[in-house]
């Protein structure tokens, strides 16, 4: 996984763009998974969610004298509004990225879901096991 950004209290990254990688969505569940369960084994309460959807990105500088480097597109967007479902530590995927993965991890069906500026969309929820601290997670 590239971080690209930090934006408040998110961040962005990404799989399968800077390098190569057999397997982007897997990898993006593998680091949400594990940066949720580093935040519950932390006293500091933090409450991670995650949205991993898969999809073309557009790329490049931004700046002309402090530059940073930044993504946008639709890929963008629905994986920012997947992260911002409900209140609870979860990771959400869309079909497409669902698709990537289905035989490797146990999710459920959220079903048709409103997402801002897409309508309804097919999404999916992994809810990892966060009951004892430092437990692993582990992904079928």
């Given at each position: 996984m590239?971080?690209?950004?930090t934006?408040?209290?998110?961040?962005?990254?990404?799989?399968?763009?800077?390098?190569?990688?057999?397997d982007?969505?897997?990898?993006?569940?593998?680091?949400?998974?594990?940066?949720?369960?580093?935040?519950?084994?932390?006293s500091?309460?933090?409450?991670?969610?995650?949205?991993i959807?898969?999809?073309p990105v557009?790329?490049?500088?931004?700046?002309?004298?402090?530059?940073?480097?930044?993504?946008?597109g639709?890929?963008?967007?629905?994986?920012a509004?997947?992260?911002?479902l409900?209140?609870e530590?979860?990771?959400?995927?869309?079909?497409?990225?669902?698709?990537r993965?289905?035989?490797?991890?146990?999710?459920?069906?959220?079903?048709?879901?409103?997402?801002?500026?897409?309508?309804?969309?097919?999404?999916?929820?992994?809810?990892?096991?966060?009951?004892?601290?430092?437990?692993k997670?582990?992904?079928?």
């Amino acid at each position: 996984m590239e971080k690209i950004k930090t934006i408040g209290d998110a961040f962005m990254a990404t799989a399968n763009l800077l390098r190569p990688h057999a397997d982007p969505v897997m990898a993006a569940v593998r680091c949400a998974c594990d940066m949720a369960s580093a935040a519950h084994a932390d006293s500091s309460g933090w409450r991670i969610r995650a949205g991993i959807h898969i999809g073309p990105v557009v790329g490049g500088v931004v700046g002309r004298t402090k530059f940073s480097y930044d993504l946008w597109g639709d890929t963008v967007n629905v994986a920012a509004r997947l992260s911002a479902l409900g209140s609870e530590v979860a990771i959400y995927l869309s079909a497409d990225a669902f698709a990537r993965v289905r035989d490797r991890c146990r999710v459920r069906a959220v079903g048709p879901v409103p997402l801002k500026g897409k309508g309804e969309l097919v999404v999916y929820r992994y809810d990892a096991p966060f009951g004892e601290p430092n437990a692993k997670v582990s992904i079928e």
